[in-house]
């Protein structure tokens, strides 16, 4: 079966564009999360999503947002991109809403560098 | 506040010894918890998880222990290989947060031939 796929791979955007991740959870799953992770760091948790609801959200600005479609497929959108934006974007996916029960199973990333 | 750590952020052992990879947290209120491996240009890897009402727990070549008394969890591998060289993360689930996991920043693991 096929795990968290994740496209694109890698992206370059400049100072002020807007970029959008996408993500496709493993097959039965019905959550999905975000995650930043800055280089030589752990990732960072930006959203939630379950059924289609956010069910959470990390210390983020509002330039961040996601939503989950009926497949449960995730996009992720980053307005007004800024240097610090610079970092690989996770996506994790497990079958349901609670984190506290199971592990949540990772994609490879999408490696977003702004200049 | 949330904060999970690692004590060595880089560990270099020889192939065939056992590793011990050791992560600090201080939320309390954190019951289950999660090692994974990352390797370079790749996602973070499930290798095995723990709830707050064990203390011990084994799988293939890997055994998780948990010191809920010193807020302390470690991860052991055992029979060390190269194939294990990467980063290792250990996350909880954020002082009983149901939806998100907080990382620790990584323990870089090096098996010498």
């Known amino acids: 079966d096929a795990g968290v796929t994740q496209s694109p791979t890698h992206l370059i955007k400049t100072r002020g564009q807007q970029v959008t991740l996408r993500c496709s959870p493993i097959?039965?799953?019905?959550?999905v999360s975000w995650y930043q992770q800055v280089l030589g760091q752990g990732p960072q948790f930006i959203f939630q999503?379950?059924?289609?609801?956010?069910?959470g959200r990390g210390n983020f600005p509002d330039r961040f947002s996601a939503r989950q479609f009926p497949n449960y497929s995730s996009e992720l959108n980053v307005n007004a991109l800024l240097l610090g934006d610079s970092a690989l974007y996770l996506c994790a996916s497990s079958p349901a809403g609670d984190v506290g029960n199971q592990p949540q199973h990772f994609g490879d990333g999408t490696r977003l560098s702004i200049l | 506040g949330e904060n999970v750590g690692l004590h060595l952020p880089t560990l270099s052992v020889q192939e065939g010894d056992n590793s011990i990879i050791n992560c600090a947290y201080s939320n309390s209120a954190s019951d289950y918890f999660i090692w994974y491996k990352q390797e370079s240009g790749k996602g973070p890897q499930f290798i095995i998880d723990i709830r707050s009402n064990m203390d011990k727990r084994q799988g293939q070549r890997v055994t998780v222990l948990l010191n809920k008394t010193v807020k302390h969890l470690s991860l052991q591998i055992a029979a060390t290989q190269p194939g294990d060289s990467a980063v290792y993360f250990c996350a909880e689930n954020s002082g009983g947060s149901n939806y998100k996991l907080t990382f620790g920043k990584g323990t870089l693991l090096t098996v010498n031939p």
């Open positions: 999503y379950y059924e289609k609801e956010e069910r």
């Open positions: 097959s039965g799953h019905k959550s």
